[in-house]
């Protein structure tokens, strides 16, 4: 009995192994989901969950390789490339830490209806364009990120596009700090703000525009003020 007891066991552990091995490329989803957002989506994945490849949001073309040694000290570290990036992005993924370097993506504007409802209402559209050398969540937010917002559209106007907007985003402990420019367009938008697990979004700013078609946004997102400007406050008053 002990004799062939021994290589049952060899067989099922190498049938185990070639299952682990081949998990597909869809179970980064799964990951995402678990450990990040669940509306984070790698559409059309190919390859297996340690090596694969896909579309970031449908957009961003990437590829990716799993560190498998790390997974057994208790965390995921991945290393993403996409064709316009001039080194690796690094991601790594524990229970109590997400760390990113390097990174350089190109995201969905939609994705700006999550902070706010303000945000939600104007139904955002165009591109972001997200940039970080350094940027880390925990307990604590450290580093900073650029983000562009190009070919910025909302539902609520007929001008498209509305403009093209820059955010400077610094983890600052507990909060992050957000300020906000106009890079160019018809719909000026400037002001500054923080944003934390606790309190959410707070952020007061200025909007105008020479344009009359921008009435109604300008009166969703703001309050008129003085020299035909219009105030905004997301947040508690």
């Known amino acids: 009995m002990k004799r062939f007891l021994a290589p049952t066991l060899a067989g099922l552990m190498c049938y185990v192994i070639f299952l682990v091995a081949t998990i597909p490329a869809t179970f ?44 057994f000290l208790g965390h995921l570290h991945v290393l993403v490339m996409n064709k316009d990036a001039a080194q690796p992005m690094d991601v790594f993924i524990s229970p109590a830490r997400i760390e990113l370097k390097h990174v350089s993506l190109t995201l969905p504007a939609t994705l700006l209806s999550d ?7 104007m139904a955002p559209g165009g591109l972001l364009s997200l940039s970080t050398e350094a940027f880390s969540v925990s307990n604590t937010f450290l580093g900073s990120v650029n983000l562009d917002w190009q070919n910025a559209s909302s539902a609520l106007s007929r001008v498209s596009p509305i403009g093209t907007y ?14 906000l420019d106009t890079q160019d367009g018809p ?5 500054k703000g923080t944003w934390s697990l606790q309190s959410g979004l707070y952020f007061t700013g200025t909007a105008s525009s020479e344009n009359e078609q921008f009435s109604a946004l300008l009166n969703l997102i703001g309050k008129p003020a003085e020299n035909g400007t219009y105030s905004i406050h997301i947040g508690p008053q």
């Open 28 to 71: 980064i989803n799964t990951l995402l989901a678990h450990y990040v957002d669940q509306n984070i989506q790698v559409a059309n994945a190919q390859g297996t969950l340690w090596h694969g490849s896909g579309s970031l949001y449908g957009m961003e073309e990437i590829s990716w390789r799993i560190k498998v040694p790390e997974l």
């Open 115 to 121: 902070f706010a409802q303000p945000l939600k209402l």
């Open 166 to 179: 820059h955010f400077h985003v610094i983890g600052l402990g507990h909060h992050l700090n957000i300020h």
């Open 187 to 191: 719909l000026f938008l400037a002001g």
